[in-house]
């Protein structure tokens, strides 16, 4: 019994930090690769938000030919007007229907006063907000769009509609509260016939400006 015992063999100490060095090579490089693949995930749903939202205004412009805000808690059926700064909209927010309030885009037009508003879907993690005009003829727009936990804005604007901008900061993952938008964030003010982002100051690190995409 005891010469089995002796011949029964073992990892050594060696053997054993060779392998726990293998883990730890192979952690520092997938532990990476997996946070940036998380962080251009989030991006990407802020991406799909300016885009959901480039087609809403597309949608209400077609409808009274003026531009909308963001808006929440009213039904597609009684859909206010307006002008000026939208609602900061936080998903997860459902897209407004005739009959159940939610997330819309809606404006009204200043002669006529003929109001139109088209459905909007936040995504669960985004703050985003649409801004017309501000002498209230909503003839031009701007929405921003960013995820809370992710690091870049993405933003676009009625006067460049082919064009997403975007700026970004790696500080700003994790700190925002829902609803709101970092900090340090710049967004230009609303002006008929100017492109309010391009080259403008956006407040991002190492990107100060807003960049076409």
């Keep these: 019994m005891l010469r089995q015992l002796k ?7 060696i053997e054993l930090m ?9 952690a520092a490089i997938a532990v990476p690769q997996y946070k940036a693949y998380v962080m251009k995930a989030r991006n990407k749903k802020a991406i799909a938000q300016v885009q959901l939202a480039r087609n ?32 900061v909209l936080a998903g997860p927010l459902p897209p407004a229907s005739a009959a159940v309030a939610g997330g ?9 006063n003929a109001i139109g508003a088209q459905p909007y879907e936040v995504a669960a993690g985004i703050s985003a907000q649409c801004n017309t005009e501000a002498a209230g003829t909503n003839r031009t727009y701007q929405c921003v769009a960013y995820h809370v936990d992710a690091d870049t804005a ?11 901008y975007w700026v970004k900061d790696p500080a700003w993952a994790g700190t925002v509260a829902p609803g709101n938008f970092p900090g340090g ?4 003010g609303v002006q008929v016939g100017t492109d309010e982002f391009n080259g403008a100051a956006g ?3 190492p990107t100060g400006t807003w960049t076409a995409k």
């Design 7 to 13: 011949n029964r063999k073992g990892f050594t100490l």
């Design 18 to 26: 060779i392998v726990v060095a293998i883990i730890a090579i192979l």
């Design 56 to 87: 809403a205004e597309a949608s209400v412009e077609e409808q009274i030919d003026c531009y909308g805000i963001t808006d929440d808690s009213a039904n597609l059926a009684n859909a206010p007007g307006g002008s000026g700064a939208g609602t």
């Design 104 to 112: 819309m885009i809606t404006g009204q037009h200043p002669i006529t």
């Design 154 to 164: 993405y933003a676009v604007d009625g006067d460049n509609d082919s064009t997403i």
């Design 185 to 188: 964030l710049v967004i230009p």
């Design 203 to 205: 407040g991002g690190h």
